[in-house]
């Protein structure tokens, strides 16, 4: 019952709330509202104006495979989101979030840390993410 009240504090006009409640949704696992909340960080993830919205999109949809969403629909859902994410995203933290999440998502070899995430190191990211984009571009 929870999932609707998320997807509609996350198209609130304050990137706080936006950021809490797409992290949220990572969290909250309803096999039948699966959909919209793909929908919903898909959306956020390619449009999203806040880069932290965007970075928690990514990691949100990591979150749910790990509360028990099944990974294949999430696999499917959003492939093309990642895809077009890593070609336009701009900021190294959201950057390097998606690449982690397409790691786990795909079971994917990408050599990427959480500290060089954390940091923002430009260069490890850029690396990763290439290395992501070969590999999706295979799927």
Not at 69 to 87: C, G, N, Y
Request: net charge positive; charged share 25%; glycine share 4%.
């Amino acid at each position: 019952r929870l999932v609707p009240y998320l997807i509609r504090y996350a198209k609130l006009s304050a990137p706080e709330r936006r950021r809490e409640a797409i992290i949220a949704l990572g969290w909250v696992y309803a096999p039948s509202q699966l959909p919209a909340e793909l929908d919903c960080l898909c959306g956020h993830l390619l449009h999203d104006d806040d880069a932290l919205c965007r970075a928690w999109s990514a990691s949100a949809m990591m979150q749910l495979y790990f509360h028990g969403a099944p990974v294949e629909p999430i696999r499917e859902r959003s492939l093309p989101v990642f895809r077009q994410s890593l070609q336009q995203e701009s900021d190294d933290f959201a950057a390097g979030v998606a690449v982690d999440s397409v790691r786990e998502l795909w079971n994917l070899k990408i050599r990427l840390s959480g500290a060089a995430v954390e940091r923002r190191d430009h260069e490890m990211i850029e690396k990763a993410r290439k290395r992501a984009q070969r590999l999706l571009a295979q799927l």
